[in-house]
Antibody
Framework: QLQLQESGPGLVKPSETLSLTCTVSGGSISSTDYYWGWIRQPPGKGLEWIGNIYYSGSTHYNPSLKSRVTISVDTSKNQISLKLSSVTAADTAVYYC?????????????????WGQGTLVTVSS | QSVLTQPPSASGTPGQRVTISCSGSSSNIGGNYVYWYQQFPGTAPKLLIYRNNQRPSGVPDRFSGSKSGTSASLAISGLRSEDEADYYCATWDVSLRGVVFGGGTKLTVL
């Protein structure tokens, strides 16, 4: 059974960089059939796609976050990582790691068929 | 403000049929598949409908999806108390070059 587990600091200071890791078990992050990525949800609000990465390192980012986001992959550890720079209180959210399956029409991978449990990151001094 | 528009709330009584709408534009719903996610409080979303109207294994056939033009709908028939959750639509937006979500609809079973 595929499992995704997010980990990282739950509290980040304003202007600093948020860093999270997602460890995948029960499956290989080097699969040629999927991308892996991040989605976030501010408390009491809706979902926002952050971006994704292929095992080869190819990435796609939400244009609204692109200037601050870096997603990387470590196939030897079966992990992906998220870095979000210059954070503000608006970046406070539950951050989910998710497997991205192929849509079948657009050429993009954005069908979120497996999710981690999510981790709350609060931006506060 | 979300790119896709959903009603913030919906409700029904057990056994009823409820529909949740998702409105977009030609750059998103109009040209791409729509996906629906179900989320219970404190848990991660779950894929409920893919490619407009397909159900993943394990999703009851009480749940159905449809799309027409730049709008999509999720229908739940034979409403049950355990269907009380938040529902989100999503698709790709070719103009924004990214995934867009609806703001979510909170379904209450009265």
């Amino acid at each position: 059974q595929l499992q995704l587990q997010e980990s990282g600091p739950g509290l980040v200071k304003p202007s600093e960089t948020l860093s999270l890791t997602c460890t995948v078990s029960g499956g290989s992050i080097s699969s040629t059939d999927y991308y892996w990525g991040w989605i976030r949800q501010p408390p009491g609000k809706g979902l926002e796609w952050i971006g994704n990465i292929y095992y080869s390192g190819s990435t796609h980012y939400n244009p609204s976050l692109k200037s601050r986001v870096t997603i990387s992959v470590d196939t030897s550890k079966n992990q992906i990582s998220l870095k979000l720079s210059s954070v503000t209180a608006a970046d406070t959210a539950v951050y989910y790691c998710a497997r991205h399956a192929y849509d079948g029409s657009t050429g993009y991978y954005f069908v979120f068929d497996y999710w981690g449990q999510g981790t709350l990151v609060t931006v506060s001094s | 403000q979300s790119v896709l528009t959903q009603p913030p709330s919906a409700s029904g009584t057990p056994g009823q049929r409820v529909t949740i709408s998702c409105s977009g534009s030609s750059s998103n719903i109009g040209g791409n598949y729509v996906y629906w996610y179900q989320q219970f409080p404190g848990t991660a979303p779950k894929l409920l409908i893919y490619r407009n109207n397909q159900r993943p294994s394990g999703v009851p056939d009480r749940f159905s999806g449809s799309k027409s033009g730049t709008s999509a709908s999720l229908a739940i028939s034979g409403l049950r108390s355990e269907d009380e959750a938040d529902y989100y639509c999503a698709t790709w937006d070719v103009s924004l070059r990214g995934v867009v979500f609806g703001g979510g609809t909170k379904l209450t079973v009265l």
